[in-house]
Every structure is written in structure tokens, then in C-alpha cells.
């Protein structure tokens, strides 16, 4: 069995009202999927579905400690995920990703895998720029960090273009 099979819903059994499943992500998860910014995780997503007769609303919890890798000294670090996020599941004719939260699903839909938004919603909260948390935060953007030229020499004006302008008038 396939670490993402756990994470499929048989919906056609399922029956209108609140149905909760709780999943463990861990190593396998993470080696199953392609997460390259994650070196590993564990922690658990709580998913709450009300099934009605057009659609089913999901609402996913996920508390996850994962351990990420720092840009700027490439040490691992760990990084706590606490997320919450909607998604409706619409019944209709085909399959398409409606909105952001909205995504509809074919009426005669068997099963709905719940582990590629579950991934999506991992990948979210993982900022861009990884820093370790002993560099605190990194308020300096606009700061110049590397130049090719000293410092004496950047307002000091080459005394060939001054004789240059010189020829304009």
C-alpha cells in the first residue's frame, strides 16, 4: 500500500454530515511526494468534511514540525507549521480547480485524495527565504552587502569626464 492511498475518501459511502479523519504525516509522506525544501516532518492533519447533497466542505488542520534547510548557512533547522484551510468540493460535470478554496469534482467521483492538497498546503507555509532562526529576522534588504569597489572611490569623480564637459561650453 502506497503512503498517499491513506489519504483517499471513499465519498460515495459517505453519508450527508460531518465525517473527521485524522492522518500522520511523517518520513514516508514526504518521500512519496516531491517536497525538496522539506529534509523531514512529522505531525498530524485533522480534516473535518460536511457532506451535503451539491457539495462537500472541507476544513483541514495541519500542526506539523518539519525540518528545513537555511539559505544562508545551510544548516537544518526546525520550522513549526500551524495551518488551518477551507476547500469546497463542488459536484458538477468535470473536474476543474474553480478558485483557490473552490475546486469541483466529477458527480460520479469515487474517491477524493485528499494528499495532494494536504501537499499543497505543506508547500504554503514554507517561506521563501529560509533562514535559521539564530540570524533572527532579516530586516537589511535594502542594504548593499557586496561591491566590487572601495568605498574612498565612489563619489570621486573621474577627472577625464570633467574635461570632457568642459567641451560643452
Not at 453519508?15 to 522539506?38: M, Q, R, S, V, W
Not at 458538477?92 to 478558485?99: I, V
Not at 494536504?118 to 507555509?125: A, G, K, L, P, V
Amino acid at each position: 500500500m502506497r503512503e498517499s492511498d491513506k489519504f483517499k475518501i471513499d465519498i460515495y459511502k459517505l453519508k450527508n454530515g460531518e465525517h473527521e479523519y485524522l492522518f500522520t504525516i511523517d518520513k514516508p509522506f514526504f518521500d512519496e511526494l516531491p517536497i525538496d525544501d522539506i529534509l523531514k516532518g512529522k505531525g498530524v492533519v485533522n480534516v473535518k468534511l460536511r457532506k451535503s447533497e451539491s457539495l462537500i466542505e472541507g476544513e483541514f488542520k495541519i500542526e506539523l514540525r518539519v525540518t528545513l534547510e537555511c539559505d544562508r548557512s545551510l544548516e537544518a533547522f526546525p520550522f513549526y507549521i500551524n495551518r488551518q484551510e477551507q476547500l469546497i468540493f463542488k459536484f458538477g460535470d468535470e473536474d476543474a480547480e474553480l478558485d483557490d478554496n473552490i475546486v469541483m469534482i466529477h458527480r460520479d467521483k469515487q474517491r477524493l485524495d485528499l494528499a495532494h492538497y494536504i501537499y499543497e498546503f505543506i508547500h504554503m507555509s514554507i517561506p521563501m527565504k529560509r533562514l535559521h532562526p539564530r540570524f533572527g529576522e532579516d530586516t537589511d534588504e535594502d542594504e548593499l552587502i557586496y561591491t566590487s569597489e572601495k568605498n574612498d572611490k565612489v563619489n570621486e569623480v573621474d577627472p577625464r569626464w570633467e574635461q570632457l564637459k568642459s567641451l560643452k561650453k
